[in-house]
C-alpha cells in the first residue's frame, strides 16, 4: 500500500492503495466516482474513459501509481451540474438505452472536441471506435456529437 | 371509451392511505421529473403524500409518483410503462416523478423483462391502475362538491365541474381521493383521446445516466460491504476438484475463500435455473483490484463431469435434461450437426404431400445455413449485492427473471419468500441473459457465510466464459418450383446444439401447398439461454435469405414473391396453425417497399437486400443499403417497417429499433463463440469481436405502421429480419451468398479478392 495524492474533478484527494491499483477502481472504490464503469478491464470497451489532463485515457488499465500530478476528469467532473453541451445534446437526441457505456462514450466525445472543435464523421468515428456499445446507440451518439459540435 | 372491469388485484388497493414525509422516502438525486427541457426547473415536493393504489402515489401539491414495475435493461418501459398509467390518469407528465417499484408480483403482476410482453401484458393492467386512480380523484371531487359523478372532469392533473365552474388539482384531492371506495368498472379512453401514449418522452432515468449518478447495482455499496469474485471451471465438461488457497489467502485485503454450491443435493431446477456451473470457488476481500489479483493466485485442480441428468421443472412440465461428459470443440460441434442433419429428423408439420410434390418439381433449390454459438456480452458485467442474515436476504441486482430465482433463493437459503427482498436495479443490457439469476444463488450464499454485506463481480472474462450462450444452430431448406417458377413445396429441417430453431407454424407455412418441418437437438455440456430472439435470431434470418434465393430462382422480385405468397395465405391459408396476420405481415414490406422507394427509386450503386419476419407478436421488415468502399461493405441506411400495434413512446421505440438493427448487423458479421476441447476460444472484446461506431449504419429510418391494435413486442421482433437483409444486400454487392455466420471472415476473402 501507498499514499497517493491525485485531483479528481478539481478535488484533491489522498488514498491508500496498491500503486498497481488501476484508477477505475480507485475511483469506483475508494472515492464512490461509480459513473466511471468497468466493462473489460483490457482497454477494449471505453466504459471506463476518464480525461487525465484533459485527454481520453482508459482508467481499467491506468495504475494511480502512474497519475502523479495531472488532473482527473470523470463524467461527475464533466460539468457541475449536467449543462456540458455533450450532455444536453445527449439528452435532446436520448441516447441512452441502457446506458451502461454512455458516460465513457460522453467522456470519449468530450475529449475530442476539446481538441477538434468540428469534427468530421470520419473523425467522430475513429475518436469513438474504441467505445463500445452494445445496446447499438452509435447513430444517435454520432448525431448528439454533430449537435454539440455545431453549436460550438 | 369502453368501460372494463377492473381486474387489479385487490392488493394493489390495499392501503390507500397517506405516507407522511414521503419526500424523503424517494431520495432522489434530481428531482426533475420527467421533463423534456435540458435544464428543467426541479420539482417542489409535496409535504405528504397519498397512495391511491400501488402504482399512483399523489403530493399534496399535485406532483404525482408512477411506479415501473418491470425490470429495466434499457428496453425503456421505466418511461413508457408509467405513461400509459399517466395516459389514463390524465396528468401533466412533465409533473411526474417514476419510480422502480418494488418486487412484488402479487401486486405488481408480471415483473419479468423477456419475450417482448412487458408492455403487451401489461397494458391493460396500467391503464386500469391510472383510470382507477382517476376514477377515485373524481369521486373525491363529486363528494366535495356535492354535484353527480358523471360531471366532474378531468384535464391534465385539474378536475373541473363544467356546470358550477370549480375545479381543483389532483393535489387538493388527493387526500379525499385515497379513501374513496376501489371502484368496481372504471372507464379507458379512446385511442384516439390519447394524449401522452403515441407521443415522444425522453427517457426518464437520461440526466442519471449522462451525469454518472449510481444507477447500477455494479454501483452500489453497502455499510461494511466485502467484494466477492467466483471462479468457475475454466473448460464446459469441467467441474471443481479440490483448491490451495495458501498464496491467495496470504495476500492483502482477502477475507475467505471457499467453495459454494449454488443448488441443494436433490433439488428440482426451474426452467431459469440455467447454471453451468454449480460448483465455484468464492475469494472475499476488502476491494475489487485485491480480490482480482488474490484471485490469480489460487491453484485450483479441475477433474472431467460424468454424463449426469438434471430434472428441470419447465412450462411443458418435469423435463430430464441429459448433460454429457467430455471436452467440446468447435469443428466436432460442426460435424455433429451435418451428420443429424443428414437423417430425418422429428416431424413437427406436414401439410399436402411433400415427397411427391419435390419429386415432380421443375426445380430444387437445397441450402444448408449454420451459425455459431454466441455471447450476450451485455456491457454491465454479472454482478450483484447480497445481505444475508440469519433471517432475512436483501438483493440488489441486475434481473429479467427476479420471480424465478426468488424460488431458487428461497430453496437453496431455506427462508420463506417474503423474507426475501429482491431490488431490479437498472440493468446495463439483458438481451436474455439476466434471466438466469444464478449470481444472485452465488451472492448470497457468500453473504451468508461471510455475515456481511457483499458485491459480487464477474469480470469480463468470467461473464463471457459462464456459458448460457445462444445456440449453435443448423437448417436445411428445400424448394420446389414448377415449370411456371410457382413455390409448390417447402420443407425446412432444423437443428441446434442443444436445442432446435424450428418455428414450425411461421410463414412461409400457411402459404405452400406441400410442406414439412423437422427438428432435432443435440446434447452438450455447454449451457444455453434466452438471446434477444430466441430460435427467431437464426431461423428468421436464414429463412429470409433463402427466400430471396428461392424469389430469384423462380425470377421474381424478391418483395413481390413475399406478397404473392402472403395473398395465397391470406385468401386460402394451408392449414390451421398459422402463427402471424399475411395481411400485417404484409404491411410491413409494403410499407418498406414505399418508404425505401424499392424498384422505383434504388440508389445508383447501392446493393440493396430486403427481409421480414413475425415475432412475439410483431412484424419487422428491413431493406438494408451498402455499398463497397477500398473493398469493404459500407452499410448507408437501412429502412425499417414496424408493426407493433399501438406505439407508446415513439422516439424511443426508434430507437430500440436502431439498436435491434445495430445488434442483428454486429451479430450477423463478426458474432461467435467457438471452443477447442471445452475451452471458450474468446474470453473479452480483443478477440470477441463485436460492432463498433464506424460499423454501424450511416442512417436509419424506422417507420412504424400506424394502428390502433394494442400493443406488442419491440425489443425483439426488428432483430432476426436483419441477418437477412443483410445477407441478401452482400449477396448483390459479392455476387456470392453467404451460408454460414457470421459473415466477416468470408467477406476478408472477398475483399482480398477485389483489391488483390
Ligand atoms: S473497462 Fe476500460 S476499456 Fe473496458
Ligand atoms: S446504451 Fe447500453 S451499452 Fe450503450
Given amino acids: 500500500m501507498a499514499r497517493f495524492q491525485l485531483t479528481v474533478n478539481g478535488r484533491d484527494v489522498e488514498v491508500d492503495v496498491d500503486p498497481g491499483t488501476p484508477v477505475l477502481w480507485v475511483l469506483r472504490d475508494h472515492l464512490q466516482l461509480v459513473g466511471t464503469k468497468y466493462g473489460c478491464g483490457i482497454a477494449r470497451c471505453g466504459a471506463c474513459t476518464i480525461h487525465l489532463n484533459g485527454v481520453a485515457v482508459r482508467s481499467c488499465v491506468l495504475p494511480v501509481s502512474s497519475v502523479g500530478e495531472q488532473a482527473i476528469t470523470t463524467i461527475e467532473g464533466l460539468s457541475a451540474d449536467g449543462t456540458h453541451p455533450l450532455q444536453q445534446a445527449w439528452l435532446e437526441h436520448d441516447v441512452p438505452q441502457c446506458g451502461y457505456c454512455q458516460a465513457g462514450q460522453i467522456m470519449s466525445a468530450a475529449a475530442l472536441l476539446a481538441r477538434n472543435p468540428s469534427p468530421s464523421d470520419e473523425e467522430i468515428d475513429a475518436a469513438m471506435n474504441g467505445n463500445l456499445c452494445r445496446c447499438g446507440t452509435y447513430l444517435r451518439i454520432r448525431a448528439a456529437i454533430r449537435t454539440a459540435a455545431a453549436r460550438g | ?756
Avoid at chain 2, 640 to 669: F, H, K, Q, Y
Wanted: aromatic content about 8%; proline content about 7%.
Fill in chain 2, 1 to 756: 371509451m369502453a368501460t372494463v372491469k377492473t381486474t387489479l388485484n385487490r392488493r394493489s388497493f390495499l392501503k390507500a392511505s397517506a405516507l407522511a414525509g414521503g419526500g424523503l422516502m424517494l431520495g432522489f438525486n434530481w428531482l426533475a421529473g420527467c421533463q423534456t427541457d435540458p435544464t428543467p426547473a426541479p420539482l417542489t415536493l409535496p409535504e405528504d403524500w397519498f397512495e391511491i393504489n400501488a402504482f399512483v402515489k399523489i403530493g399534496d401539491n399535485g406532483v404525482v409518483t408512477i411506479m415501473s414495475p418491470n425490470p429495466e435493461f434499457g428496453q425503456n418501459v421505466k418511461t413508457s410503462m408509467p405513461m400509459i398509467v399517466a395516459e389514463e390518469l390524465d396528468v401533466d407528465w412533465q409533473r411526474v416523478i417514476v419510480e422502480q417499484a418494488p418486487f412484488n408480483p402479487a401486486i405488481y403482476t408480471r415483473q419479468f423483462t423477456g419475450g417482448s410482453q412487458g408492455i403487451r401484458q401489461g397494458w391493460t393492467g396500467l391503464r386500469m391502475a391510472g383510470a382507477a386512480a382517476r376514477h377515485m380523484l373524481r369521486q373525491a371531487a363529486a363528494r366535495a362538491w356535492q354535484v353527480p359523478l358523471e360531471e366532474v372532469t378531468t384535464h391534465a392533473g385539474v378536475l373541473h365541474h363544467a356546470a358550477s365552474g370549480r375545479s381543483a388539482g389532483y393535489g387538493e384531492m388527493a387526500s379525499a381521493a385515497a379513501t374513496m371506495p376501489v371502484p368496481e368498472e372504471v372507464e379507458l379512453k379512446d385511442v384516439a383521446d390519447f394524449t401522452i401514449i403515441g407521443t415522444s418522452r425522453k427517457n426518464v432515468e437520461a440526466r442519471k445516466i449522462v451525469t454518472g449518478q449510481p444507477l447500477y447495482a455494479m454501483d452500489q455499496y453497502r455499510e461494511g460491504m466485502l467484494v466477492a469474485m467466483v471462479v468457475h471451471p475454466g473448460r464446459f465438461g469441467m467441474r471443481l476438484k479440490s483448491v490451495d488457497d495458501t498464496a491467495a489467502r496470504a495476500m492483502p485485503g482477502i477475507r475467505d475463500v471457499f467453495p459454494i454450491q449454488t443448488f441443494a443435493d436433490g433439488y428440482e431446477r426451474n426452467y431459469f435455473d440455467t447454471n453451468t456451473f454449480p460448483e465455484l470457488v468464492a475469494i472475499v476481500g476488502d476491494t475489487t483490484w485485491q480480490v482480482m489479483n488474490a484471485r490469480k493466485a489460487l491453484r485450483i485442480e479441475w477433474e472431467p463431469i460424468e454424463d449426469t441428468e438434471i430434472r428441470v421443472a419447465g412450462f411443458g412440465g418435469t423435463q430430464t435434461v441429459r448433460i454429457p461428459a467430455g471436452l467440446e470443440s468447435t469443428p466436432d460441434h460442426a460435424a455433429r450437426m451435418a451428420e443429424q442433419a443428414a437423417r430425418p429428423g422429428r416431424v413437427v408439420r406436414r401439410d399436402g404431400n411433400p415427397e411427391a410434390a419435390f419429386r415432380r418439381a421443375a426445380r430444387v433449390i437445397e441450402r444448408t445455413y449454420t451459425a455459431p454459438f454466441l455471447a450476450h456480452n451485455c456491457m454491465e458485467p454479472i454482478n450483484c449485492i447480497a445481505h444475508v442474515t440469519a433471517d432475512r436476504a436483501e438483493l440488489a441486482g441486475p434481473i429479467q427473471a427476479p420471480e424465478f430465482i426468488e424460488r431458487t433463493l428461497a430453496a437453496r437459503l431455506g427462508l420463506p419468500p417474503e423474507r426475501i427482498d429482491i431490488q431490479m436495479t437498472r440493468m446495463g443490457g439483458g438481451f436474455g441473459r439476466r434471466a438466469y439469476g444464478h449470481y444472485l444463488v452465488e451472492a448470497a450464499l457468500i453473504s451468508q457465510r461471510m455475515n456481511a454485506p457483499v458485491k459480487l463481480i464477474y469480470t469480463r472474462e468470467d461473464d463471457m466464459t459462464f456459458g448460457v450462450y445462444r445456440p449453435a444452430y443448423h437448417a436445411t431448406y428445400r424448394a420446389a418450383l414448377d415449370e411456371a417458377g410457382r413455390l409448390i413445396a417447402f420443407h425446412v429441417k432444423a437443428g441446434g446444439i442443444p436445442e432446435s430453431p424450428l418455428h414450425a407454424n411461421r410463414f412461409p407455412a400457411g402459404a405452400v401447398d406441400h410442406y414439412l418441418a423437422e427438428e432435432w437437438a443435440l446434447d452438450s455440456n455447454i449451457t444455453i439461454g434466452a438471446f434477444r430472439a430466441p430460435r427467431s435470431n437464426f431461423i428468421g434470418g436464414v429463412e429470409q435469405a433463402f427466400l430471396d434465393e428461392v424469389a430469384e430462382a423462380a425470377g421474381k422480385d424478391p418483395i413481390a414473391f413475399r406478397l404473392e405468397l402472403l395473398e395465397r395465405a391470406r385468401t386460402r391459408p394451408v392449414g390451421e396453425r398459422n402463427d402471424y396476420d399475411p395481411v400485417r405481415f404484409a404491411g410491413v414490406l409494403e410499407r418498406v417497399r414505399d418508404a425505401s422507394g424499392w424498384g422505383t427509386d434504388d440508389p445508383p450503386g447501392v446493393h440493396r437486400g430486403v427481409a421480414a419476419y413475425f415475432c412475439h407478436n410483431s412484424y419487422a421488415a428491413h431493406v438494408l443499403d451498402l455499398v463497397i468502399e477500398d473493398g469493404t461493405p459500407v452499410i448507408t441506411r437501412v429502412c425499417s417497417a414496424i408493426d407493433c400495434g399501438i406505439v407508446v413512446n415513439p422516439d424511443a421505440a426508434t430507437n430500440m429499433v436502431e439498436g435491434a438493427v445495430v445488434d442483428g448487423i454486429g451479430n450477423a458479421l463478426y458474432g461467435a463463440m467457438t471452443f477447442t476441447d471445452g475451452l471458450p476460444d474468446h474470453r473479452n472484446f480483443d478477440t470477441y469481436r463485436m460492432i463498433r461506431h464506424a460499423e454501424a449504419p450511416k442512417a436509419i429510418d424506422v417507420h412504424f405502421v400506424e394502428s390502433d391494435v394494442a400493443p406488442t413486442g419491440l425489443g425483439e421482433p426488428p432483430f432476426p429480419p436483419v441477418f437477412a437483409a443483410l445477407a441478401n444486400a452482400l449477396y448483390r454487392a459479392t455476387g456470392t451468398r453467404l451460408y454460414e455466420q457470421p459473415f466477416a471472415p468470408h467477406l476478408e476473402a472477398f475483399v482480398q479478392q477485389t483489391t488483390g
